[in-house]
């Protein structure tokens, strides 16, 4: 048996929402996109297609813009967020394009009609695309303002029925604190959602952990840059932090 073979007959996940980070995109630049980082996703996305697992992706905005930020430096907070999330839909655009180069069937829905762009977010089309072996990227986030990409991948992935929201990040799990900050913290394996509330631990926003708690929606968090994580993870691997019941 083929190791395809093998990962496909090993497959925990037939359907997944992936949230990837929109800083991740920028590779080693300060801001927007490095085309060579799009390109080893889509490569790791298409290993998950050729497996058989379905994948629904939300891509963040903070290579681009982000409207708190945006606020800090004295534009009108509604504009901002209009702003971050159009950041979404350019960053979903352009991982249609890697896909497309690298022969993976996708598409863009997005939360604000964009026609002729993207299509409009419809949930029906959603699965029946999905169901199709489409790699479907949902963008401009939840399209409303005061919200994040987070609670976006939390609600696509409810509303999709995903088996569970895998987020994609720069670091290898959730810590005791941000270990960007502080080296002294400890990764966790597994924690409960109420454990990441009562800590306030701050690899998600609190609102996207509170809907995925409601809905008994499971997430991992992982690190994307490690090699072959993603793929591991689908076939049942410890990969990261576990946050459930
Ligand atoms: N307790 C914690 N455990 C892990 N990471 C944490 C924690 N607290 C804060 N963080 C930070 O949360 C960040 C999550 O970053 P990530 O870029 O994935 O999120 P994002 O804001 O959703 O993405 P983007 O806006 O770039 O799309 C990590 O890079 C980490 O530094
Ligand atoms: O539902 C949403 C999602 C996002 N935004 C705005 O977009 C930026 C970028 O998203 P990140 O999750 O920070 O990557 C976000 O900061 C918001 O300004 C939004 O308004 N509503």
Redesign the pocket.
């Given at each position: 048996m083929g190791v395809t073979e093998k990962k496909a007959k090993d497959r925990k996940y037939k359907r997944i929402l992936l949230k990837l980070?929109?800083?991740e995109l920028m590779g080693d630049g300060d801001f927007g996109i490095d085309p060579k980082v799009l390109d080893k996703m889509a490569l790791e996305i298409g290993q998950l297609v050729g497996i058989g697992v379905q994948v629904g992706l939300v891509i963040?905005?903070?290579?681009l813009f982000?409207g708190k930020a945006l606020s800090e430096a004295g534009l009108d907070r509604v504009a901002g967020d209009h702003m971050g999330m159009l950041a979404t839909v350019m960053n979903a655009l352009a991982m249609r394009d890697a896909l497309e180069r690298a022969n993976i069937s996708s598409r863009v829905m997005s939360a604000i009609p964009m026609s002729g762009i993207v299509d409009h977010y419809d949930r029906r089309q959603a699965v029946r695309c999905l169901a199709n072996n489409e790699v479907l990227i949902f963008a401009a986030g939840t399209g409303n303002p005061f919200f994040?990409?987070?609670s976006a991948a939390s609600l696509r992935g409810i509303e999709i029925e995903a088996d569970i929201v895998l987020?994609a990040?720069?670091?290898d799990g959730?810590?005791t604190?941000?270990?960007?900050k502080d080296p002294a913290a400890v990764m966790y394996d597994r924690l409960s959602y109420d454990e990441v509330l009562d800590k306030k631990?701050?690899?998600m926003d609190l609102t996207s952990i509170c809907l995925v708690r409601d809905h008994g929606m499971p997430v991992r968090v992982f690190r994307m840059s490690k090699a072959g994580a993603l793929l591991n993870i689908v076939v049942g691997d410890n990969e990261g932090t576990l946050i459930e019941e």
């Open positions: 980070s929109g800083e963040g905005g903070g290579n982000r994040t990409t987070d987020k990040t720069k670091v959730v810590y604190a941000d270990p960007m631990l701050g690899v």
